[in-house]
């Protein structure tokens, strides 16, 4: 493959993902991240003709952002919403537009499948062999805790469910035995979280994509379809259940404490309801820690109800917009009659999916977490179009 700019933004942009998985890498991220960018960018200025240099989501996000960035004029902590902001907006957008842009090289599959794919698995044995020394030390390994990992589970999942059917559909058998490893590791991996929500996602993930799968092929026989059910319950509920009896005190008290957070917080939410505290995570820990006496609900542990804490009714909104257009476009290819653009609409939907469950009791959708959401979504995106338009 030539190592023109557009090539060397995909190498790039395949070592940014697999880097950023890892908490413990903001050095090396932000390094690939700007290297990735720039290459991006010249990418775009000289061999513009053969580049879309915007994604489709670049004006709901522009419209998030600039409100967020707004909100500066309002914040109670001018100084932490300017660092959240640089963290969640300039970064994330950086990283999806990369991604995005790199992506379009013609022969990116072919490097960022493996890459990121090694990096995945290397991730998960880290969790597994972690999982014995308990949370606490487990905590402390390359995946940053429970929470950050249920989060790469559940953004990674559904592109290995759809590279595998994909790779069934073209007779690809390295590429569909390799992805159905990784989908049992992650499997594996999502267990050592000792989470429960984390299996919520997988199954509504898992679900939602046999749906749209059904859809495009055509209803499957009576046996394939209670074959499949079968599988997923047996999955799902099998994994939840050693869960949630492994942790049920860790969990009742969690949820105990949630159920009395967020009356708490709505009534925050109230005192400024259109604009909120300004954006950063955590703007109301002060009153919460003074309220609760726990150093664990420093924020909402809900992506909406925090969202409203920092932006208000105006900002969820826009937020609300984004995500509609995430899944307008997924939507949008899972319809489409190619089978690689198909792949990417329904692994896109996937992935909004998990998100917002797993963001229902927690709020983990930022830092690097957000930053493989966003780089994820601009390679399916690019590949997606990729195909439609080759196809045309």
């Not at 208000?312 to 899972?334: F, K, M, N, Q």
Request: hydrophobic share 55%; net charge positive; charged share 15%.
């Amino acid at each position: 493959m030539p190592l023109n700019r557009l090539n060397l933004a995909a190498w790039t942009s395949a070592f940014f993902i697999a880097a950023v998985l890892s908490s413990n890498t903001v050095a090396l991220r932000l390094i690939l991240l700007l290297a990735g960018a720039t290459l991006a960018l010249l990418a775009v200025v000289y061999d513009g003709q053969a580049i879309r240099p915007l994604p489709p989501l670049w004006l709901a996000f522009a419209a998030w952002a600039a409100w967020a960035w707004l909100s500066l004029a309002w914040s109670v902590e001018p100084e932490r919403s300017l660092k959240e902001l640089r963290n969640e907006t300039v970064y994330t957008w950086l990283a999806f537009w990369m991604c995005y842009v790199a992506a379009q090289a013609p022969q990116s599959a072919r490097v960022l499948i493996p890459l990121v794919g090694a990096a995945v698995a290397l991730l998960c044995a880290i969790a597994l062999y972690g999982f014995p020394q308990g949370l606490v030390r487990n905590s402390e390994r390359w995946h940053g805790g429970s929470g950050n990992l249920s989060m790469i589970v559940l953004t990674v999942l559904p592109c290995a469910a759809m590279a595998a059917w994909y790779g069934h559909r073209r007779r690809a058998w390295v590429l569909r035995n390799a992805s159905v490893a990784l989908l049992l590791l992650l499997c594996a991996a999502a267990y050592t979280t000792l989470n429960r929500t984390v299996w919520l996602g997988i199954a509504v993930e898992l679900v939602l994509m046999g749906a749209l799968v059904a859809l495009r092929e055509g209803l499957p026989s009576p046996r394939a379809k209670a074959l499949g059910a079968l599988a997923i319950i047996l999955v799902v509920s099998g994994a939840g259940l050693m869960t949630a009896v492994t942790q049920a005190e860790r969990e009742k008290v969690a949820e105990d404490a949630r159920l009395a957070l967020w009356p708490a917080v709505v009534e925050h939410i109230e005192e400024r309801p259109l604009v909120g505290y300004g954006f950063g995570r955590g703007q109301l820990r002060q009153p919460l820690y003074a309220q609760f006496d726990n150093r664990l609900l420093w924020h909402a542990h809900n992506l909406f109800l925090e969202t409203m804490v920092q932006l208000g009714l105006t900002g969820l909104l826009l937020l609300l917009i984004l995500l509609g257009s995430t899944v307008r476009e997924g939507w949008r290819l899972a319809r489409s009659s190619d089978a690689l653009a198909t792949a990417c609409g329904i692994a896109l939907l996937g992935v909004v999916a998990g998100m917002l469950i797993r963001n229902m009791t927690d709020m983990l959708w930022v830092r690097h977490n957000a930053l493989v959401y966003w780089a994820v979504l601009g390679v399916l995106l690019a590949w997606g179009y990729r195909a439609q338009t080759d196809q045309r």
